[in-house]
């Protein structure tokens, strides 16, 4: 490829040429990382759902290297369809261009965005690294194939970070809500139950919260996904298969499932079932939750509870009878604990259940202590659901020896104690905001 194509095609992504669009910031995740990238020598690797914000964000991070050191950035987007042909040479060949025609002054930040796309990038990586000429950031859709790459040739010099979907409160940010503290909370209670509902149905795809079409952008979301994140990825001829099981999980999220019940179900093999379900977790179409156990036997034998990568994409593709509010609510706390655990990589959540079916939706576990157990329940009125949903807490709170509870509801807060247990009721926005 001519190196002025390439210096073309560079000059659109990078602040060096113009004034490049970062977007609304996304404060948590830029500190976060920039902090990393700057102190750290190892090599950044972040990992998200397609279309959930990876491509934006690092826009702001090298905006913010920029504005700190006076910094040198160089900024790749392989999901650019000028670029016809990706390999290592195009990727050595970007790489000389920037450094003949741009001339950095500094050490530069090289930001590799959708390097999945690129065969062996993972050697000019390890090649730029080891000789210290640049600090190497990379970005893909695929968590496990980046980790598993940057592993075979990087072993001990990459860190994993992974970027979701916008939480409750970048949400409410995006929509020119923004909280700061407790009191501007409590007098926009109203306001925001209402964006709430909007979060639950429709999820946290920056794009699709700023736009009016939402519906059609997370059916093209999905179909994108399953086609570039996973048919081709993966080389999938039996694409109608993976599209029936991938519905499936979206249809039944916050449920406990077997892959063998799956593929008795569906009538699909069982080694199939397997395949198909990690390579759905791989592209961040879903993810699985483990039963809690201290047998890492029982662990890996026991149903997973599924759940989708976002609740906008499951409302959209899955299918519905009803509108069930709960097992939203519980998709959205997992999700929320699982980008707790991108700032905390310490935490482990599963959920418990022992054998007379008595059940507790997150255990949230640091090292070796349990620091927390969560119920999440959209219909506490119910005495019946509320005794059922208590019993469950304080049977594992027994068990974990702990002294108090959480139960995540729709709207209902206050704070008892039933047999010597405290039981804690936190509303789903306050927790989204204050926990």
Known sequence: MQKTNILEILSDWNFWAKEVETGIKREEYLNTLTDLIINTNQIISIAGVRRGGKSTLIRQIARELIERQNADTLIVNFEDERFLKRDLELLIDVYNTYLEKVMPETRPFIFLDE?????????????????GEAKIIVSGSSSKLLSAELATLLTGRHIMFFVHPLSFREFLKFKELPLSNEIEMLTQRTRVKQLLDEYMEYGGFPEVVLACDKQRILLSYFDTLM????????????REKIKIIAKFYLTNISSPMSFNKISRFLDIPLTTVERFSDHLETANVAFFLKKFSFSYKQQVKSQRKIYSADVGLSNAVGFRFSQNQGKIMENIVAVELKRKQSFDPGLEVYYWKDYQHREVDFVVKKGLEVMQLIQVCFDIADLETRNREVRSLIRAMKEFKLEGGL?????????????????????????????
């Not at 086609?227 to 039996?238: A, C, G, S, T």
């Open 115 to 131: 390097v999945q796309n690129v065969q062996e990038w993972e050697r000019f990586a390890r090649g730029v690294h080891e000789r």
């Open 227 to 238: 086609v570039r994140d996973v048919i081709e990825r993966f080389n999938i001829r039996e």
């Open 407 to 435: 139960i995540i509801t729709d709207d209902f807060e206050d704070e008892e104690v039933v047999k010597g247990f405290k039981v804690e009721y936190v509303p789903l926005w306050k927790w989204l905001l204050m926990y």
